[in-house]
């Protein structure tokens, strides 16, 4: 079969000493800041970003991806200890991880959270190699206009579908497209928006942008408000890993649950690790016979949501790798990757690129397997390195964010540009404005200005083009009824607040 | 917070998207517009920001009943935080890795209360040697340790 011969080619890639190596590193990073509150994978992510113009741009995926699902492994260690997620789609394992550590039972939840990650990461990695091909296949004979339709989607849904209000969010994506227009424009080589700066010609840096959006102003949120915690339970012995029967029967129904659920929401843009990992919790709830058990250390309630947040991370790859539309930022700023090494995501990519695709998939596999063995046995360093204070975190995560952006072109204004965004990343922050749809926005506005111009061209000006086969109708509806919908329910959302703030008085 | 029955932290996010659109609208239109056929640069960066105009009214009107408030400010974590990046980007290029970091370090360590002078020394060292070793021994940055 062809499937075997291609996973072949993407072993003999991923093997190589050097993929290896970077695959290592990368979960080992992932493990760390998903272990560590107060830096998330996107931070990371965006931290890394520099270090991969070295690399080849297989490797450097490899990299940026075994942080992503490592930092899903890690997540989980400081929800069950500290009752403070390391990343926010491990928020909800606090719930019946914690309560699990009080009862002296920390080491069976860290191993059942390993376990159930594995299991979950697997499914999906299997419906990435499946459906992933097919995909790109169906998506080959798209056209500007397809494409143009499929983003737009993917924009408007990423944005109004994750939490908050979303007008904010489609606001965003829009702030987004603006700052992707900066530079010059390819058709008629006219400088837009750079403000006078010879330095914006090419373009705002995605580096320095993600870099302040998501590092610098994180670190100022936290130590301006930030949670700290103390730590429950050092004493996470070998013996104290092992689950009894009753443990594991409990747990097998749920993890297989929240696999497929983590699957099946993954994929849709928007949707994610966090929103997939509640869905998961109150799946468990609604089919346990005792839900009066959850709350108070029902293992059930750490199986499902870790397994459902890694298949999550994982399929989340399918849209990203066979449409080039990202679901969610983390998987943005891997096409972003991608297209500064000169590679144009979209359907091509799995035919032209085969080792890039197919050794970024067996790097999950090999990932995977690292993690398990980065949790299990050796989860005392981890636990050790929750006791790090964040004060010696900071101004280190501070000095290789500017040394990170300088390094890209080796240009002070671009630490200038990091400094202005992180001060805007906070401001947003503050005013309650979600940062991530702009990343998205930034990412896509280019390649969606560019495909609107070419529809146009070969429509002769005619916006029925958009219209113009079944799928881009298809994508145009599709969208039009989530504007509306999403319009519908933050209008319903806000009679209902009306009447509750007039009966406050 | 509100004022006169209006969401202050909303008015003013909307206020921003609001002004932002008529910025784009108004640069854009100094750029060619062209045709729908053949769009000029400014055809998308008009659109947008219509859009954004309609929407920063949006964020306003759907946040006016709301009760959001601003996050406590910590003037002092902020100038450090910041303070430090501008110096390290001041002092780079013309002072070299150690200077700069130096600064960095030690107004970045005014955020938190009481100052720990040894930690940020040990921070500072730690960073320079690493910084040295990783960014300008490995991946061959332009930049001296220090330099007068």
């Known amino acids: ?505 | 917070m509100r004022y006169a029955g209006v969401n202050v932290v909303e008015a003013i996010g909307g206020a921003i998207i609001f002004l932002l659109g008529a910025y784009l609208v108004i640069e854009g239109l100094h750029y060619s517009i062209g045709t729908v056929t053949r769009m000029g640069p400014g055809f998308f960066p008009v659109c947008v920001g219509a859009v954004l105009i309609f929407l920063g009214i949006a964020v306003a009107i759907e946040g006016r009943a709301l009760n959001t408030a601003f996050p406590k400010f910590n003037a002092r974590a902020f100038v450090g935080v910041v303070g430090g990046m501008i110096a390290w980007a001041l002092l780079a290029e013309p002072y070299g890795l150690l200077p700069s970091t130096v600064a960095l370090v030690a107004l970045a360590g005014l955020a938190e209360v009481p100052y720990r002078p040894l930690p940020v020394i040990l921070t500072t060292i730690v960073l320079s040697v690493g910084g040295w070793l990783l960014f300008i021994m490995g991946l061959h940055l332009p930049l001296s340790v220090i330099k007068w």
């Open chain 1, 1 to 505: 079969m062809d499937l075997f011969s291609n996973l072949a080619l993407g072993f003999q890639t991923a093997l190589t000493p050097t993929n290896l190596l970077f695959c290592f590193i990368g979960v080992t990073l992932g493990t760390l800041v998903g272990v560590l509150p107060g830096i998330g994978s996107l931070a990371a992510i965006s931290m890394l970003l520099p270090v991969t113009f070295y690399l080849d741009p297989t490797t450097a995926l490899i990299m940026l991806g075994g942080i992503f699902y490592g930092a899903q492994y890690g997540g989980s260690t400081a929800s069950i200890l500290l009752n403070l997620p390391g990343d926010s789609s491990s928020a909800v394992t606090c719930i019946d991880g914690y309560p699990m550590a009080k009862q002296g039972r920390a080491g069976v939840a860290l191993f059942v959270c390993a376990i159930a990650s594995f299991i979950g990461g697997s499914t999906a990695i299997i419906c990435v190699m499946l459906l992933t091909p097919t995909l790109a296949k169906f998506a080959l004979g798209f056209g500007s206009a397809e494409y143009f339709t499929v983003m737009l989607f993917g924009l408007v849904a990423a944005s109004s579908l994750s939490s908050g209000s979303a007008i904010k969010g489609y606001a965003m994506v829009a702030i987004g497209l603006a700052l992707g227009m900066v530079g010059t424009d390819v058709n008629s080589g006219q400088f837009r928006f750079t403000l006078g700066f010879f330095e914006l010609s090419d373009g705002l840096d995605l580096v320095a942008i993600a870099m302040g959006l998501f590092g610098v102003s994180e670190i100022l949120a936290n130590l301006m408000h930030g949670d700290r915690a103390a730590i429950v339970r050092r004493d996470v012995t070998w013996r104290s890993l092992r689950p009894s029967k009753q443990d594991f029967r409990d747990s097998v129904a749920p993890t297989f649950r929240g696999s497929a659920t983590g699957t099946l929401f993954g994929l849709l843009p928007g949707v994610g690790p966090t929103i997939s990992s509640f869905l998961a919790y109150g799946l468990e709830q609604r089919v346990a016979k005792d839900p009066s058990r959850f709350g108070k250390g029902a293992i059930e309630g750490v199986a499902g949501p870790e397994a459902a947040n890694n298949a999550a991370v994982q399929a989340a790859f399918i849209p990203t790798l066979s449409l080039g539309i990202p679901g969610n930022s983390v998987m943005a700023v891997m096409l972003g990757a991608l297209i500064m090494h000169g590679i144009t995501p979209g359907p091509n990519l799995v035919s032209q690129q085969p080792t890039l695709f197919w050794g970024l998939v067996a790097s999950f596999w090999i990932g995977n397997v690292m993690l398990l063995i980065l949790n299990i046995p050796m989860i005392g360093i981890w636990v050790r390195v929750l006791s790090i204070p964040y004060r010696v975190l900071y101004p280190s995560m501070l000095f290789f964010v500017c040394l990170g952006v300088y390094g890209v072109n080796n240009s002070i204004f671009q630490v200038y540009v990091l400094i202005l965004f992180g001060i805007l990343g906070y401001g947003m922050i503050a005013l309650q404005l979600p940062i991530a749809p702009l990343l998205l926005g930034f990412i896509l506005g280019p390649l969606m200005e560019e495909h609107l111009r070419r529809a146009m061209q070969i429509g002769r000006g005619d916006m029925s083009i958009m219209f113009g086969t079944w799928i881009s109708t298809a994508f145009l509806i599709a969208t039009i009824l989530l504007i509306v919908f999403s319009i519908y329910t933050s209008l319903r959302a806000r009679a209902l607040r009306g009447r509750l703030v007039d009966a406050d008085g």
